[in-house]
Structures are given as structure tokens and as C-alpha cells.
């Protein structure tokens, strides 16, 4: 069965970074973008961004630019996140999640089918 | 970037009554809208996606509609197992927005 194993929450100082990670396992790694995204307490849903793990091509919401690296390790079939120049502003939930296209005979699409547990990052001093 | 309007914020509802659920787009999306479930400490769950197709094994009282900036979603029998927050999100490549949600809560 598919799965996405997120690594455990992080407490971390403003001005720091951190490094997270999102296993896969089920189907194959490379057939399937992973998508980030932050959920900050008691708000809305926001997409930081997207990798192909074939490829490693990404793609980032402006906002994050900057903010967030995303990179993959095949051998492992686990995707990471870098969050640098941390600030209060980034404490919240950060999930993973499968990325899945399809095409409907008309026009392509896309959804988000599996999601990883989410990872807590608390910045504070 | 598209903005996605949802609305209302919440709802207070019964076990049994058919709750609509609006998201609005700031422009044409076509039909690249999904929505997702989230209940309180949960991981959000796709319901619908590209506007109107129900997910596998999502009950058939989930029913999502709209194209171009309007989108609807319907549940037509709650159940107490469907309090949660529901999000709308929109789709475009490296453009991916969500609405704000809407919660719902029982009366």
C-alpha cells in the first residue's frame, strides 16, 4: 500500500534551517511528483511547492521561494524539504504528499491521492 | 496567483441535512478544482477532483460541481463522520492555491 513516512517534529532557533524528510513506499518513487505543504495553527492549506523525482525538476510557489529547497534521494525514494532563515512565521505542520496527474480524454489534471503525516516545526528562542 | 474564495467560513449543521459548500475562483480555472477533507488532527483526504469526479471509495452523498470560477461542493445526507474542515484547491503548474476552508459543526 502507498505511504509517505514524514520524520519527527522539529524544535529549532530563529535564523536556523531544517531539513525534513518524506519516505515513500508502495509504488514506484520516480513515476509520481511530491508536493509540500504548510499549514501554519488553526489556518488554511499552502503549497510551497513540487518535485519530480525522476528528474528533479521543482517547481515553487513565489512565496517560497527562497525559503524552501526541495531535493530527493532515489536510492532511498524519500524527498526532503530545507526551510532556511527560520522565523516564527514558519512554525507549522509541513505535509508531503503524492502528486498524481491524469488525463480525462479532454484536458489534463491533478490531485494530491496520498498524504504523509505530517511534521511539526516549532521556531522559537 | 489565483485566489480561491470559499464561503461560508462555517456551518453549523444536523446529522441529515444536505449542506453546499461554495469556492470561487479569482479567474477562469476550467475545471481544475479538487476538494480535500480535514478533520481536526488528521491529514487532509482527497474527496473530488477536476471538479466533479468522487475519488475512489469516497461515499456517494460527496458530490462536487461548477467550471470556469464557480465550484460546489454538496453533501447531501451529513453524517457526524463528515465534521471537518473542507478545502477547495485550485491547480495550475507551479500555481497551486487553496480556498480558506470551510468547517463544519454540529448545531
Known amino acids: 500500500q502507498v505511504q509517505l513516512q514524514q520524520s519527527g517534529a522539529e524544535l529549532t532557533k530563529p535564523g536556523s534551517s531544517v531539513k525534513i524528510s518524506c519516505k515513500a513506499s508502495?509504488?514506484?518513487?520516480?513515476?509520481?511528483?511530491i508536493s509540500w505543504i504548510k499549514q501554519r495553527p488553526g489556518q488554511a492549506l499552502e503549497w510551497i511547492g513540487a518535485?519530480?523525482?525522476?528528474?528533479?525538476?521543482?517547481g515553487y510557489n513565489e512565496k517560497f521561494k527562497g525559503k524552501a529547497t526541495l531535493t530527493v534521494d532515489k536510492s532511498s525514494s524519500t524527498a526532503f524539504m530545507q526551510l532556511s532563515s527560520l522565523t516564527p512565521e514558519d512554525t507549522a505542520v509541513y505535509y508531503c504528499?503524492?502528486?498524481?496527474?491524469?488525463?480525462?480524454?479532454?484536458?489534463?489534471?491533478?490531485?494530491?491521492?496520498?498524504w504523509g503525516q505530517g511534521v511539526m516545526v516549532t521556531v522559537s528562542s | 496567483n489565483t485566489v480561491m474564495t470559499q464561503s461560508p467560513t462555517s456551518m453549523f449543521i444536523s446529522v441529515g441535512d444536505r449542506v453546499t459548500m461554495n469556492c470561487k475562483a479569482s479567474?477562469?480555472?476550467?475545471?481544475?478544482v479538487d476538494w480535500y477533507q480535514q478533520k481536526t488532527g488528521q491529514s487532509p483526504k482527497l474527496l473530488i477532483y477536476?471538479?466533479?469526479n468522487r475519488y475512489t471509495g469516497v461515499p456517494d452523498r460527496f458530490t462536487g460541481s461548477g467550471s470556469g470560477t464557480d465550484f460546489t461542493l454538496t453533501i447531501s445526507n451529513m453524517q457526524a463522520e463528515d465534521l471537518a474542515v473542507y478545502y477547495c484547491?485550485?491547480?495550475?503548474?507551479?500555481?497551486?492555491?487553496f480556498g480558506a476552508g470551510t468547517k463544519l459543526e454540529l448545531k
Open positions: 504528499a503524492r502528486s498524481n496527474f491524469y488525463y480525462d480524454g479532454t484536458s489534463y489534471g491533478y490531485y494530491f491521492d496520498y
Open positions: 508502495g509504488y514506484t518513487f520516480t513515476s509520481y511528483d
Open positions: 518535485i519530480n523525482p525522476g528528474s528533479g525538476g521543482t
Open positions: 479567474q477562469n480555472v476550467g475545471t481544475n
Open positions: 477536476g471538479a466533479s
Open positions: 484547491l485550485q491547480y495550475n503548474y507551479n500555481s497551486n492555491t
